[in-house]
């Protein structure tokens, strides 16, 4: 009776400490971390930031006192309520988008896939117009990424080349939803399902993005076999570093959990023990009788874990990730708007039909004879303090890791043409619609297009 008094009159004490703790953290967010009311000319403008409040603050200083650093009851949630908001089975928690992208990718390549499984010389279908690690992996696994260009004003795969892209060793489509606006999903999952192809939906961009598959709206990230998310602090929600895979394959799911995980079999949570009961009683590989099932790796994986504390924030970001995407959205119309009369200057973006984006960013393309240059745009925008981004890549295969590939003869192959790619990698750039952003900002940005764009005298 006495060591349980004992014990209740420490837990009141925590709880109580620990509440002064969060309500001091709380304050001090308020205090150092309050943002400016007003929009001065010349004041930077990134093309991406963080948008956090006390809540988020308060989140990591929690999960930092129970000192629990690795995976715990915040990923749990983080990954329950994430898989929950897209709209599949499972949710797993990763170290970067790049990390998810290389988890889902190698998943693929599992031997318990059979003849589906993504081997050395097979081919999978993507795009060069987008960012590397969507392509990385396939060209790190020894397989052939084939290229199709895109098209414009949407900047996503030109689904009328997937039949010429296609051919009997193909086994899979990678693609990205470039800058929140989704992919034809519907042609692209009506080409995959008719030719037994795995479909990867790089969802880094473009989480919250809504697509009409089959008659029905979907999330983006819950079309495809596998999704990746990335956390890093200019997309829709951050962690700082840390991304995702979801997938409502369990199979898929066991697989990337493993790879994860150093690629052991065991699938017991962090912290806990024996949840399968057959810790020390199975024989598995040529391994003796009994030996700790922890320690037996089925594959060979890595350590791509995020920590406690990256969940803990990313729990409180998606809470506000539906007002986010909003943001974004009502940010991108009135840039769009505002540039509405200038489309004979440059390529305006246009939403794919069928689609609902979750704008990453505003692009736009010069168009070929206008009496400008992209980079008189992009000079007079960087001088007055906007921050400008190309189309990442450009055209990925005139970058220099593709010499060897190139070389080689072998590592890579084109479906068609890459001149509208090539055309991106010339004349198109973005500038961002992040929830940071204010109208006055807006107007300021498209104040300086204007200018840039305006007749010279």
Known sequence: ?????????????????????????RRYARFAHARPKRFAPGTPIPYG??????????????????????????????????????????????????????????????????????????????????FPTTVAPVVQHGAVPVFVDVRLPGYNADCALLEKALSRRTKAVMLAHTLGNPFDARAVKDFCDR??????????????ARVLVSGAWARTGSVGHLATCSFYPAH???????????????????IVASLRDWGRDCVCPSGRDNTCGRRFDRRLGELPHGYDHKYVYSRFG???????????????????????????????RRLREGLDDLAGAFVLPEPTPGTEPS??????????????????????????????RMLFAGNLLRHPCFDELRASG???RVAGEL??????????????????????????????IRQAAAPKR
Request: net charge neutral; glycine share 10%; proline share 2%.
């Open 1 to 25: 009776m006495k060591n349980e008094k004992k014990r209740s009159t420490k837990e009141e004490r925590e709880r109580r400490l620990r509440e002064r703790a969060l309500a001091a953290a």
């Open 49 to 130: 930031g963080r948008v956090f409040d006390e809540e988020e603050v308060a989140a990591l200083v929690d999960a930092s006192l129970d000192f629990w650093l690795t995976a715990g009851r915040y990923a749990a949630r983080f990954e329950r309520e994430l898989a929950a908001y897209v709209g599949a089975r499972r949710a797993l928690l990763c170290a970067s988008g790049s990390s998810a992208n290389l988890l889902a990718f190698m998943a693929l390549t599992s031997p318990e896939l059979g003849e589906r499984r993504v081997a050395r010389g097979d081919e999978v279908i993507t795009v060069a117009a987008g």
């Open 195 to 208: 030719n037994g192809l795995w479909l990867v939906e790089d969802n880094c961009d473009a989480l919250g």
């Open 236 to 254: 829709h929600i951050t962690t700082g570093e840390g991304g995702a895979v979801l997938t409502s394959d369990e199979r898929l799911g066991t």
């Open 302 to 332: 890595y350590n791509l874990k995020a920590t406690e504390m990256q969940a803990a924030i990313g729990c409180a970001q998606l809470a506000k990730l539906p007002g986010f995407v909003e943001r974004r959205r009502e940010n991108w």
């Open 359 to 388: 704008w990453f960013g505003f692009v736009l393309t010069v168009r070929e004879g206008a009496p400008f240059g992209r980079e008189e745009v992009v000079r007079r925008l960087e001088a007055h303090g906007v921050q400008t």
């Open 410 to 412: 072998a590592g890579y």
């Open 419 to 448: 001149a509208t790619t090539d055309a991106i990698m010339r004349r198109t750039f973005w500038v961002g619609v992040y929830p940071g952003m204010t109208p006055a900002m807006l107007d300021y940005v498209a104040g300086l």
